[in-house]
């Protein structure tokens, strides 16, 4: 049986629906934040949500991921700018991915294969 990734999305401009279509189309489900300031509430929905794992959008490429991890104490990786980055960070087990803005279906996608490929899904 194979395992269902459960991703949390959280832009700060209310975005991510690109990402969401990447992680769906690699076989995850996508949990999109709705809303403005939704990078910040990253950490409370994947908690929640008991989700694999999220990735937090802001210019910074910080705020959010750095919350859930002070909060949540989750693995985190921030101020990612590429797709490999936020693969490597997936391979080194974390947990909380924070990226500057990069609403693209390929990283949604490429991050889901890569925890599929890691946790055997």
């Known amino acids: 049986m194979s ?3 459960k991703v949390v999305i ?11 279509k990447g992680v769906e189309a690699a076989g995850g489900i ?5 809303g403005i300031g939704a ?3 990253l950490g409370d929905v994947m908690h929640q949500e008991n989700a694999d794992f999220g990735i937090s959008f802001c210019g910074s490429g910080g705020a959010g991921a750095v919350t859930a991890n002070t909060k949540y ?35 949604g996608r490429r991050l889901t294969e890569a925890y599929l490929k890691k946790h055997g899904g």
């Open 3 to 5: 395992k269902t990734v």
């Open 10 to 20: 959280g832009d700060r401009l209310g975005k991510g629906q690109n990402v969401a």
């Open 30 to 34: 996508a949990i999109l934040i709705p």
């Open 39 to 41: 990078d910040m509430k």
């Open 73 to 107: 104490q989750y693995p985190m990786e921030f101020g990612l700018r590429s797709v490999e980055a936020g693969v490597t960070a997936i391979q080194q087990g974390k947990k909380v991915l924070g990226f500057g803005f990069m609403d693209v279906e390929e990283l």
